[in-house]
């Protein structure tokens, strides 16, 4: 016992003396900036082209969508310029602080500590310091505000679909050609590809009605209407005009509702940071059949290839469902009212024609919104191609999952 | 008549003999404390440091005297250190002073052999100079020199240690130290590396060692 108190003893006198540093980022320079709106208690998403420090090259060059920064001072200085290239501003702000050095050891060098930060001058709309000693790592030092653009209506696509046996519904990406309010002249989302559109509101009205022109050469409409409040509640923002009581008057979609929190509490105050106020909703298309393109590696394995694709076409519509792309999989649609269809598959070197034969179901309605759906399953090859094989899920699912694989060498 | 007087001559004598038994009592229990002799010492490791170690340049000079079973001692001691690296060249030099009370544990040793424990106060007077080449691939190259001078620093220590007699006046020893509360005037560019008699200023304590040469100078017979 005696032994071993005295070797911890000295165990603890040997660890005490093994005191050299550790050499990794011994400068507390970086100061950390949030990015914020007033009236939130959201961080907010800002998109950044660039950051530039004087005394510097440029630190930061880079198109990066971010709700902060972490920026390295200049410990040589007791101040520090930083320009925000942001998109639609330039931002800058001065930072001041103390800057003292010291000797850490013949390895490591000297270490700058700072302290004593303070906002000396920004053009931001507000900014607040929250904290005064800047970090090793990332941290809030410096928050900075935005005035809120309060007439902002957020709206998601959704496709339903059905998971087990329980009808529910994800987001869905829609190809846009373009959507155009009845208030404006402008038209918003030019041939975009999206989830989520972000659209003004009419302030000068009680209502807006949207109208959307889809890739496909489909159209739908939404109508809305919502209680106005114009003041000032932010002197930095000058008078502007809240939106509340957002309500649905009228929409084409095949279902369409006001968002209801995870609080129970319905999305009908447009807010900033934007968060989705109306969901407008797709039925599943139920005829949709997913064929993988893969390459032999071995007599038993094999790995998914990519192929080109010149045109996929099938016997029952002129519709081309692909052309000129490199894919690893495609999804196409089986003719819904009859129990065959023929694909072409035309590739740079070669055509390939696969039929598929398959049941189709009498029609159920899986949500009342979509009606009557008819189901497809027990896919069969018509023809037997050798390098086609149907799975095990022989039917046809929404959303649509592997049904067929297609082998080259 | 007579024997009242006599009598109250005795009650007025009797206070006066009391006072004298008590007197002598307090004499013997004071002489306890006066000091039996002094000891001037040097610290030998800090003398073989400064053969060996580049950095390091220092002597320590040490002094105690009893007080029965309590030592006052006092050092007195200059160190100044070089280093170099990094991009870095780093000096600094100063003298330091420490005093306190050490409580000696074999109080009865003829010898006056000591095993103690103890407790200092230690200020250090210093200056530091630096001077930094950097290569920062933010901020580009440049050289930068601070001094700091006139820089005070004070701390505590608590220490154990034991002497032992070898020869006539000759004692050895060690004294082991645990410092902290370091404490500096600082305020200028430059944050302090290195305290003369303390070590590194950035650790909130340090330890010490010190082998000491003793010489006994007797001021009283015990």
Known sequence: ?409 | MRSIIINISFLLLLPSVLVAQQDTASVRNFEKYIPTGVRFGTDVFALIRTGYDNSFDGWELNADIDFDRFYLTVDNGYWARDFEGSGNVYSNQGAYFRAGVDVNFLNKDPDKNMFFLGARYGVSLFSEDLVIDTVDPVWGTFTTSYSNTGLRGTWFELTTGVRVKVWKVIWVGYTARFKFGLSTNDNGDMIPHDVPGYGRADKDSEWGFNYQVFFRLPVRKQ
Not at chain 1, 210 to 221: I, L, N, P, V
Not at chain 1, 319 to 333: E, L, M
């Open chain 1, 1 to 409: 016992m005696k032994k071993a108190t005295w070797c911890i003893f000295f165990l603890l006198l040997g660890a005490s003396c093994l005191d050299e540093p550790d050499c990794y980022q011994l400068n507390n320079n970086l100061v950390g900036i949030t990015f914020r709106v007033m009236g939130s208690t959201r961080v907010d998403t800002v998109a950044i082209w660039g950051v530039d420090i004087l005394g510097s090259d440029s630190i930061f060059n880079d198109t990066i969508r971010a709700t902060g920064i972490a920026l390295p001072l200049n410990y040589t200085r007791d101040e520090t310029d930083i320009t925000f290239r942001l998109v639609g501003s330039t931002n800058t702000m001065k930072l001041g602080y103390q800057s003292r050095t010291q000797f850490v050891s013949e390895d490591c060098g000297s270490r700058y500590e700072l302290s004593d930060l303070e906002l000396l001058e920004y053009n931001f709309d507000s900014a607040r310091l929250v904290n005064t000693r800047p970090g090793k790592s990332a941290s809030n030092n410096v928050e900075v505000f935005r005035c809120p653009v309060p007439n902002i209506l957020t709206l998601s696509f959704r496709d339903l679909y059905v998971s087990g046996t329980k009808g529910t519904s994800k987001f869905g990406g829609v190809v846009l050609s373009g959507i155009n309010a009845d208030f404006t002249g402008t038209v918003f989302y030019p041939d975009a590809r999206t989830a989520t559109v972000y659209l003004p509101v009419n302030v000068a009205a009680d209502q807006s009605t949207y109208t959307f022109h889809f890739a496909s050469g489909k159209q739908a409409q939404v109508a809305v209407n919502y209680t106005r409040t114009t003041e000032e509640r932010y002197a930095q923002c000058g008078t502007q005009t809240f939106i509340t009581e957002l309500a649905i008057t009228d929409a084409s979609f095949d279902s369409a509702s006001i968002v209801v929190g995870s609080d129970k509490i319905a999305k009908t105050t447009l807010l900033d940071p934007h968060e989705a106020n109306l969901y407008l909703y797709s039925c599943p298309q139920t005829n949709l059949a997913k064929f993988n393109f893969r390459t032999r590696t071995s007599s038993t394995a094999s790995r998914t290839d990519t192929v080109f694709l010149k045109s996929v076409t099938a016997d029952y519509t002129a519709t081309i469902f692909y052309s000129d792309v490199a894919v690893t999989s495609i999804t196409v649609p089986v003719n819904p009212d009859a129990t065959t269809t023929t694909f072409t598959l035309e590739y740079t070197d070669k055509t390939e024609v696969i039929s598929l034969n398959y049941t189709r179901h009498t029609p159920t309605t899986l949500f009342n919104v979509c009606g009557p759906q008819p189901l497809f399953s027990d896919l069969v090859e018509g023809t037997d191609v050798e390098n086609v094989a149907i799975l095990k899920t022989d039917s046809l699912q929404f959303p649509a999952v592997s049904n067929l694989e297609i082998y080259h060498n």
